[in-house]
């Protein structure tokens, strides 16, 4: 067998979907791919590279020294199976919450710490997806001077949330047009035609788990556990592709053309900045791409040092902020 024997854990989630398609179309060298979700999948069928494959427990999985396993399935999913897949000799590149402030464990985003990937003991975490885009984003501008201070709005797409939540933007948004109220299944209020506070729990400190693991993670990503980071995540009608409008303080004045060049010339990340056409990121351009698109980049109209710069940017989630992440960190392994 040539390759390497990859499996998918939550192959059939919005994120596992997209995993095929990147590891199809970066042509990773894929010896034997093993798709798995629970027993409720298991027995369906997938597609890759042109061959239909049966989805298989993953309780029923036995893992192999070598085995690349990208996994997707939620963080008490990654918890039930870490150790036994380590044991037979795994590698886990894990997108979900579970061990990605753990010490000891790399936290990666392949543009900005790639290094990180070579010291990891059988686990490596993939970041949060507003934490993706934001970091890919702002390690070209973190280069030119610290970031000292951001205050972060994001726009967050119904695909963050998973494939039951698009399914359920699409229906919500066609029984708005037919004159009724919808009635929300996968997401705890009504997305069509509105807008809601993230979801996720509110914590001690008044942020939602959310916007405190963008906080957290940013600055583990950056190795900066001193930036001050403030956050509001929101839920917008997008089908997929989150944006985040991002106020940046930092030590050093930086000029506009000096971000903008940052911008073009760095990997992961596409300029898009026309001011006479009026033409910025927007997240139906951004969806299924790899880079995260960066613009609206202007000097902070409420100070006078040039230190502080505003911008906005759009990234697919499902691509830069989980999928394609982890099989540029899977390539990086190989
Ligand atoms: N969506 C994003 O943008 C994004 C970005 C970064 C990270 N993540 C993280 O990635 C994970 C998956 O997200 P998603 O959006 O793809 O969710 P999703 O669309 O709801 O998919 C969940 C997947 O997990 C599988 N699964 C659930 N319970 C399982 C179990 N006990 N054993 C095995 N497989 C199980 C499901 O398989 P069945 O078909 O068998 O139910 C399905 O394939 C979450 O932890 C999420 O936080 C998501």
Redesign the pocket.
């Known amino acids: 067998m040539s390759g390497h024997r990859v499996s998918i ?10 995993m095929l398609e990147c590891l199809e179309q970066r042509n990773f060298p894929v010896g034997e791919l093993c798709p ?7 027995g ?1 069928k997938v597609t890759f590279k042109g061959q239909e494959l049966t ?1 298989q ?3 029923k999985h036995e893992f192999q020294k070598g085995e690349i396993v990208l ?8 918890r ?1 199976f870490r150790e036994r897949a380590i044991a037979s000799g795994a590698v886990i590149v894990d ?4 061990f990605r402030m753990e010490e000891g464990v790399p936290l990666v985003i392949p543009e900005v710490n790639g290094d990180k990937v070579a010291t990891h003991s059988g686990l490596i975490a ?4 507003c934490a ?1 885009i934001l970091t890919v984003a702002l390690w070209p501008l973190y280069k030119l001077s610290r970031i000292k201070r951001l205050v972060i709005s994001t726009y967050q ?1 119904a ?8 399914a359920d933007l699409v229906s919500q948004c066609g029984e708005v047009l037919e004159g009724k109220t919808p009635a929300p299944k ?1 997401m705890p209020h009504q997305l069509a035609f509105n807008v809601y506070s993230h979801n996720a729990a509110i914590e001690a400190n008044g942020y939602n788990g959310e916007e405190n693991k963008v906080v957290a993670e940013t600055r583990k990503i950056f190795n900066d556990p001193e930036i001050g980071i403030a956050i509001t995540c929101v839920r917008v009608p997008v089908l997929r592709a ?1 944006s985040e409008a991002v106020n940046i303080e930092f030590e050093n004045p930086v000029s506009v053309e000096e971000a903008r060049e940052a911008i073009r010339s760095a990997p992961g990340v596409r300029l898009v900045d026309d001011r006479e056409k009026n033409y910025f990121p927007m997240p139906l351009d951004a969806s299924g791409i790899d880079e995260v698109l960066v613009g609206r980049i202007r000097s902070d109209i409420s100070r006078t040092d040039g230190r502080g710069l505003e911008i906005f940017i759009s990234g697919d ?2 691509r830069k ?3 394609l992440n982890a099989v540029q960190i899977a390539e990086q392994l190989v």
């Open positions: 854990v939550g192959v059939t989630g919005a994120v596992g979907q997209v798995l979700a629970s027993s409720r999948s298991a369906k989805i427990d993953l309780e996994s997707s399935a939620g963080a008490s999913v990654t039930t997108n979900t919450s579970a993939n970041p949060n997806c993706a797409s695909s963050g949330a998973g494939a039951a939540a698009m996968a989150h989630q499902l902020g989980a999928a």
